[in-house]
């Protein structure tokens, strides 16, 4: 493989003349002269490579090492090292989506791996090959929801759910006539008498989040009968961390689960790539989008794995596709699934709990010692919201003494701006959070 | 090609049987051979209000999926639920497998469909 074609203007010509026209802009000819770019591109000209090098060492070089205590949907987990080793294989991470897919046994079976632990952990039947991140898996599960219930034209979405997700699912809803609604919410957390009162047959779905944005595990007992009452799906979104010890989507009978699988063996990045997992009950797999890998056995009797289900999508349902997203996530994923296989369903409980517990552990210390009020007294996994007065300045305080003290609400709700989102991981040691302690105490005052 | 003289038949190649008020439809010999091997069929909802000629609910064969119109007008009160785990019986039983059955609000709607004299015509200029 070439890391760079050069392409001479004589090579150019050649091909222009080829392909029988006179000139490049005369390849884009078909786009409308208002859209075409008229100036050239604002690009420095080209250094040499060993300035590149040092460019980039420099940029490099400010980035600063700080203990993470953020989350807010990326999460700074422990990953075994062999889940780096096995991404940087060549023949996983330069292979682009297998066309011809049964030749590539190894990726299938990753696929197949993945979406085994998915249902595993949800409790769902089905699951797909993985989707970008929990925000498109909350689109396209209400987009399965809006396709069940064709007559049905309204999604309740609760008001705690990750802005995030609530603005991908603008954005996927403009143009199509479905309305989305808020649930109201009650002390941080979905208030279910306000689905009772708003509930009827035109809605197609209920898209609810736990551990919602604040972190606050939310109460769903009695919502799944509700719901299903009315004909709608419920569609759950979980942290798939909190399922190694909260209940799964399936106990609160969730017709569709979702989320993103950061979590596990991803690194939080600069809040990117995660993995969308969506899984759901047998009876709904047609509508699923993406892809479906499957176990069966070669002609020899040998164990081997085949695309089942790729149904939705432009080689069979064409122009009536109703999802249009083809592509998984499948080196990010195989990354989850190595990262699951690793720590085993053991490990997964071990990580669970100790960020469940440690979380706890500096809540405690935080509310108690400090005087700190939590936005709301609700129940939380691994993250919970404080409000912490002048916040913007206590987090770059802690910031530029080494301490990443958590996500400030303010940037996604104006009136939040003293709320703090605070996560806490097994990776992080009692020492680290007491030292997170001492350092807002001195900042507080 | 099997065009049975007790159904009415859509341009759209569905056909209708009529047993007093409702109307069981499925679709045609013709369509289930063109299409070729049937491997779902989505159910439509019971209850549901529909309009004739509208989109009830739609087909996948491995080469296409295809939507099933309602030749008629009233509400869907029965569903072909052996279809959920049989699909191939469209293709196999053409004029057996009913995919859904409708209580008819307009019986006049069923003079304007085809009878099967007219159908075949149809099928032999298409």
């Keep these: 493989m070439f890391s760079y074609l050069p392409q001479t203007e004589k090579d150019i010509k050649e091909m222009l003349e080829v392909i029988g026209v006179d000139s490049i802009d005369e390849l884009f000819k078909d786009i409308p002269k208002e859209i075409l770019q008229k100036t050239p591109l604002n690009i420095p000209k080209g250094i040499a490579e060993y300035e590149v090098y040092k460019r980039m060492t420099e940029l490099a070089q400010k980035n600063r090492q700080g203990l993470s205590f953020m989350g807010s949907g990326s999460y700074d987990h422990i990953i075994p090292s062999v889940v780096g080793h096995v991404l940087q294989m060549p023949n996983f991470y330069t292979a682009y989506t297998p066309y011809q897919a049964e030749i590539s046994q190894g990726i299938l079976q990753s696929i197949f791996e993945f979406q085994t632990l998915i249902c595993e952990l949800t409790g769902m039947e089905v699951s797909n090959a993985s989707l970008y991140d929990d925000h498109t898996a909350a689109s396209e599960a209400i987009t399965m929801a809006v396709n069940t219930r064709k007559k049905a034209d309204r999604i309740l979405v609760s008001g705690t759910i990750h802005p995030n997700t609530r603005a991908v699912i603008e954005t996927f809803f403009s143009d199509i006539p479905v309305k989305i609604e808020e649930i109201k919410t009650e002390n941080y957390v979905t208030s279910l008498d306000a689905v009772k009162d708003t509930i009827d047959e035109s809605v197609a779905a209920v898209l609810i989040q736990t551990p919602n944005f604040y972190g606050w595990a939310e109460d769903l007992t009695g919502l799944a009968d509700l719901v299903h009452e009315h004909k709608a799906l419920l569609i759950i979104s979980s942290n798939p961390m909190s399922l190694g010890i909260l209940k799964s989507q399936a106990d609160w009978g969730a017709d569709i689960a979702i989320g993103g699988t950061q979590p596990f063996g991803l690194s939080t990045y600069f809040g990117g790539p995660s993995v969308g997992y969506i899984s759901t009950s047998t009876k709904n797999t047609r509508k699923m989008p993406g892809r479906i890998v499957g176990q069966t056995k070669d002609v020899d009797g040998k164990r081997a794995f085949v695309l089942t289900l790729q149904a939705r999508e432009q080689h069979i349902k064409r122009q009536r596709a109703t999802s249009n997203i083809c592509s998984n996530q499948a080196l990010a994923a195989m990354g989850s699934g190595i990262y699951l296989s690793t720590v085993g369903w053991k490990g997964l409980k071990e990580a669970s709990s100790q960020s469940f517990q440690k979380a706890h552990y500096l809540y405690k210390r935080l509310t108690e010692e400090l005087g700190l009020k939590a936005i709301a007294e609700q129940d939380f996994f691994n993250e919970f919201t404080l409000v912490i007065p002048d916040a913007d300045r206590v987090l770059t305080d802690m910031e530029s003494q080494g301490i990443f003290a958590g996500v400030g609400l303010g940037q996604f709700f104006p009136d939040l701006k003293d709320a703090v989102s605070i996560a806490v991981t097994e990776k992080r040691t009692k020492e680290e959070m007491d030292a997170y302690v001492e350092l807002m105490k001195r900042v507080l005052k | ?126």
């Excluded at chain 2, 341009?11 to 051979?33: C, F, K, L, P």
């Excluded at chain 2, 006049?108 to 007219?118: K, N, P, R, V, Y």
Aim: no cysteine; charged share 30%.
């Design chain 2, 1 to 126: 090609m099997n065009i049975p003289g007790d159904l009415k038949y859509t341009e759209g190649h569905e056909w209708v049987r009529v047993e007093g008020n409702v109307g069981y439809v499925g679709i045609t010999d013709h369509a289930q051979h063109e299409l070729g091997d049937i491997v779902y069929v989505e159910l439509p909802e019971i209850d549901t209000e529909i309009e004739s000629k509208e989109e009830a609910t739609n087909i996948e064969s491995v080469k296409a999926a295809a939507p099933v119109y309602s030749p008629v007008s009233g509400k869907i009160v029965k569903i072909n639920e052996d279809l959920e785990d049989n699909s191939e019986l469209m293709n196999t039983d053409a004029y057996g497998a009913y995919i859904f059955a409708v209580e008819m609000s307009d019986l006049s709607e069923l003079d304007s469909l085809m009878d099967a004299d007219a159908y075949k015509e149809f099928l032999e200029k298409e």
